[in-house]
């Protein structure tokens, strides 16, 4: 998907304020900018046209010429939008589901630290026990995590109950790792529960929203996402799949790390669960 609309809003945040009156007006008059010269387009948005120019040339494009181009081909030039509303079939719900899926995978991708995906990848194969915390939302994922850590020959166990949570923490040691998972960074439980990993001298390792949040107090490597939940979309699904994808990475490193032997557990995992299907 490479939608200049949603590449737009991507990098919005990145832009200067003349060119945020650009984006701000293409998303104001969807499909305006296709009859306007970059004269007409640089009175009605203040600013001028080297700066139509430049903001062009960020989103990837030649000109400004190949900008109309690109906003012409997505549908007359109507800009993408990521919000719901009560009027939309259900159609175009997925569609905006889609979109912000994409804004939020894009902008996680510059978010997340490469040593810092590395380091906690790397601590993760060295464990000897690996213990994965998540609630509400994100115990799904934290199950996932350890459904595919095991798989691979790991031993890893998630938890969702917060007494669980704390009783697992209490066991870790320095050889062992605990990984947190919580958008907000803000769980009381969450937080806890890793506070107790960490002094028992476990690695500690958060995947949460990018942001000041009180898990990173103790977290020794933060996996920064970058999606947004408000009041209406706090159950949406792009959080979750930024979540998810870093630990598809995680568990990829670890299938292809030949210290590991990964392969071979894979393989002994799909021999014993042969006898589960027809």
């Not at 915390?133 to 996932?144: E, I, P, Q, T, Y």
């Amino acid at each position: 998907m490479d939608k200049i609309s949603l590449k737009i809003k991507m990098l919005y945040n990145i832009m200067g304020n003349a060119e945020k009156k650009i984006a701000d007006w293409i998303a104001d008059n969807p499909g305006k900018i296709i009859s306007l010269s970059i004269v007409e387009l640089a009175e009605k948005c203040s600013c001028s046209e080297a700066t139509i120019v430049r903001f062009s040339k960020r989103l990837g494009l030649s000109g400004y010429q190949e900008l109309k181009i690109s906003l012409a081909s997505e549908g007359g030039g109507s800009a993408v939008n990521t919000h719901i509303t009560s009027g939309d079939s259900a159609y175009e719900m997925y569609e905006k589901v889609c979109n912000d899926i994409y804004l939020a995978l894009e902008l996680t991708k510059r978010s997340l630290s490469p040593d810092a995906i590395g380091l906690a990848a790397e601590k993760i194969c060295g464990a000897d026990k690996i213990v994965i915390f998540g609630l509400g939302n994100s115990a799904s994922v934290a199950m996932d995590a350890s459904h595919k850590f095991l798989r691979a020959g790991l031993n890893a166990v998630a938890y969702s109950d917060n007494h669980m949570q704390v009783i697992a923490a209490s066991h870790l040691s320095s050889k062992d790792v605990a990984i947190a998972i919580s958008h907000s960074g803000s769980s009381k439980d969450i937080v806890e529960a890793l506070k107790i990993a960490k002094e028992h001298g476990a690695a500690t390792i958060a995947i949460t929203n990018s942001g000041k949040s009180p898990v990173l107090k103790h977290s020794d490597i933060v996996l920064s996402t970058a999606s947004d939940e408000t009041q209406y979309n706090i159950l949406a699904l792009n959080s979750r799949i930024v979540q998810l994808a870093i630990i598809d990475a995680l568990y990829f490193y670890i299938v292809y790390n030949p210290s590991v032997q990964a392969l071979e557990s894979i393989k002994e995992t799909e021999h014993a669960l042969l006898s589960k299907k027809y």
